[in-house]
């Protein structure tokens, strides 16, 4: 679990950084980011605590399978609206 939190942690750091330096293409760098590190870890550290909490390891497997698609799909949309600005040039 602290793998999973200094990870969770370090990516969103590295977000932050990211899109302060590259303003005009934040959405795409918190789509990826979200995608990639945040759907994940920060499930299953959801998962964990809520599996641990209720002492059944299958609730926490069916909150991961329930977040990991939601918030993959979120940073889809973002990652989209982000290559939808960059192509139309809307709010330049």
Known sequence: MPFAIIVLVLSIAIGIVLSRKYENRALIIWGL???LS???FFSW???ILL???VGDGFAGVAVMWLMV???FFIGVGMLGA???KKV???NL
């Open 88 to 90: 139309t040039g809307e």
């Open 33 to 35: 980011i979200t995608m």
């Open 69 to 71: 698609p939601i918030l």
């Open 82 to 84: 982000g290559v939808y």
């Open 51 to 53: 599996a641990v909490s």
């Open 38 to 40: 945040i759907a994940p």
């Open 45 to 47: 550290i959801v998962a």
